[in-house]
């Protein structure tokens, strides 16, 4: 059996101790909890930093430098990101905040040409693609609703390209004067006619049932928009909130299962489960949960005591 | 029944912290063993890896940290597990400076039960500050922006870099990301730039961000969360693990079931003595 070293053996039991005092807040705020989340700032923070030195600032900037100054004169070039480093911590000061002003609009632009490329190919174009999905594929691949495929179909991404109009209207807040909101049914009814022709005369797809199905929900897709300009708009917004509710309730219920998640990887960790079994052998995880659980009630109930 | 619904919806918070204690550590303690299915995004992870010829190399971002393990650290060892096992060649990087403690002795564990060599059959780059600068010059010239390993081993003195010096040299991209920077990134910076072949794991909280690019296309497949670890966990290990390997997403799925369950009861219980009483009091 590996035996492992003594301070790996202390870092176990310290990590055990630890997560039991964190989880003391649930009862109630206490020193001992404060005392985690104090180490745990001071930690972080510096970790942080020597990670900052030695993967950041030291072969980045002060290497470069040093080569610099030692013969390689391309590598003075990085002095300029120095003096602007330097120049943001004049932020600090109320008289001479105005000189961060330099290194921030620099880094704003950089920023700002770094992710308006990302979003432009990722999302805008990848996106907005993806925001009408082929029918037709759709029809041939799943047909109108296909369980195995969680409901992929006709019916799908009808519901899609119709959520995704209302949602986008429900946010159009302009007031429409009566008599264009005369022209919206005309209109939808139009645009769902010929929507409807041109997918029976020629989407590519042999079964008269798959154009039905196909034009049917082309139609809805094209047609729905033209209800803002109706007297039924808010029919179409109600619409819209539900679809957005139901995404905040789906993003809402991820939220919840990560963090039991958290605390499901806290209690394999305090049951010495997600450890191998030769550490469990040494480490005792087990003992260490119990001693530290009596430990820190003793520590609650003291200061209860003193506090009543 | 009046007194008790008012009482209920006083309850000190307490009790529902303890409950949720009770109902996370006795199926820990006892497993129910509860079946569950594997999702077409898993699946399609899984696919993307079985349908890579042996000797491939796959670039694999593996940025999160301590917190995000339990969600999905059993996924980076699985896969580790996985891309060894066919004989795959993984090349790792991260965005995230607390990876380094729980990537390198994972991958280094892994690779010695399967007799890989570092530098021929796996290799780790490495920790980088710069954001999404960074995966732009992955994208680009990983030679430029990692000179060399985390051993400090210059790249072209590594086997296993030959013929790799961008993104699109490799034939899969993994993001295993716990947010930012990460998966959102790699997508947005290079995937649809390179039209990279990529598939992405996330928490559970990034889930619905990252959903939009698996049905788009964008990413190939895509896991979320000790669930998609769960599952992922189901797809490789078929019949049963190998020794000594423990399968901790799978072993939590009775307990995400129970607190959920939990949960759910909480808030239908919630409503009805909220709904109830409001009704009593109006009247």
Redesign the interface.
Known sequence: MEEMAFAQLVGAWVSIFLTLTVLSFLFDDNPIYKVAEHLFMGVATGYGIVEAYWNLLKPNLFDKIGQGFSGESDQLIYLIPLVLSVMLLFKISPKYAWVARVPIAILVAAYAAVKITGETSGKLIGQIGASFPNMSESWDKHGLWNWEADGAGVISDTLLVVGLSACLIHFYFSEIDARSQRLGVPMGIVTFVLVMACALTMAPIESTGGKIAVGLGLGLCAAAPFLTLSPYKHLLTRFGVMVLMISFGASFGFTVMGRISLAIGRGQELLGQSRAPVEVAQIHPQIATLVSAVIIITCLFIFRKKEH | MLEWLIKFQRMDR?WV?LG?AIA??IP??FPLQLPFRV??EVRDVYRQVEKLPEGSAVLISADFDP?S???IGPFFTTHLHHLFRRNLKPVLVTLW??AIPLVLPEIKAIAKTYNKKYGEDFVFL????GK??VI?NIGQNIFQQFPTDYDGTPLPDLPIMQGRRQAKDFPLIVSISAGFPGLN?Y???I???YNLNMVGVC???G??DYI??Y????LKGLS????GSAQYEKLVWKDKPAP?V?L?AT??MD??NL??VF?IVLIIMGNIAFFITRRIEEA
């Open positions: 307490r912290f949720m996370i550590f820990l303690v999702d077409k917190a393990v339990p969600e400076p607390t490495g920790y980088k500050e999404e600068l732009k990134e997508v947005l910076q995937q649809g730039q928490t559970a909280v889930g619905p939009p690019f049905k788009s296309g964008q979320m969360g000790m669930p000594g423990k901790l072993a939590a307990v995400l607190g959920h949960i």
